[in-house]
């Protein structure tokens, strides 16, 4: 079951919690990041619900990722990002709840962008990586779902981040 309105799953087999301070390094004012986990007590920035399926191919894993509305500095709150460790594994994202935008690019550096808006599916292809940006004022909630042996790699993305980033400026979303 999913609690539409929390934009939560009930009684996941896995909650990962990710506060700001996992952040660290990914953001383009670092003072502004320090900032927030200092006065606000290091605040959960994004969580993600899971059903335990084998983490072999053919099954499917699917679960909800919830990501907190909020500004560093004037940049949009994010999601560290991904490419999976199996890298030809595409992913589908159906929002839910709130407002946002998925930024993608290829190792080769080529770069696309998709809107989130509730009951918009986002298509990852294969070999895309993958970030979750919110862009309004309300938690950004999808449904995910990706080939059960997909894995996940940090690594690249934290090196080289993305081609563009999401920033609120004069009250209109801008990619710098
Ligand atoms: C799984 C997937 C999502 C993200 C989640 C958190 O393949 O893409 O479940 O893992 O939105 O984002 P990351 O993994 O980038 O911290
Ligand atoms: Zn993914």
Redesign the pocket.
């Known amino acids: 079951m999913i609690d539409l309105l929390k934009g939560e799953m009930e009684n996941p087999d896995r909650h ?1 919690v ?1 506060r700001a301070s996992g952040l660290r390094g990914y953001y383009a004012n670092e003072p502004e990041l320090e900032r927030l986990i200092q006065t606000r007590h290091d605040p959960v920035h ?1 969580e ?1 619900f ?1 059903h335990k399926v084998p983490a072999e191919a053919g099954h499917v ?1 699917f ?1 909800i ?1 919830k ?1 907190q509305p909020g500004l560093i500095g004037q940049e949009c709150f994010f ?4 490419y ?1 460790t199996i890298l030809a594994t595409g ?1 589908t ?1 159906l929002c839910l709840a709130g407002q946002g935008l998925m930024l993608m690019r290829t190792p080769e550096g080529d770069f696309a962008c998709e809107e989130f808006v509730p009951g918009r599916l986002v298509y ?1 292809p294969p070999c895309w990586g ?3 940006v919110n862009t309004g004022s309300a938690p950004l909630v ?1 449904l ?1 779902q ?1 080939q059960g042996d ?1 894995g ?1 790699n ?1 690594g690249n ?1 934290v090196d080289e981040g993305f081609p563009r980033r999401v920033y609120l400026r004069g009250g209109k979303i801008v990619l710098d």
């Open positions: 990962h990710t994004y993600v899971e894993m679960g990722s990501l999601t560290k990002g991904h999976h992913e994202y990852v993958h970030r979750s999808t995910f990706y997909a996940h940090y993305i």
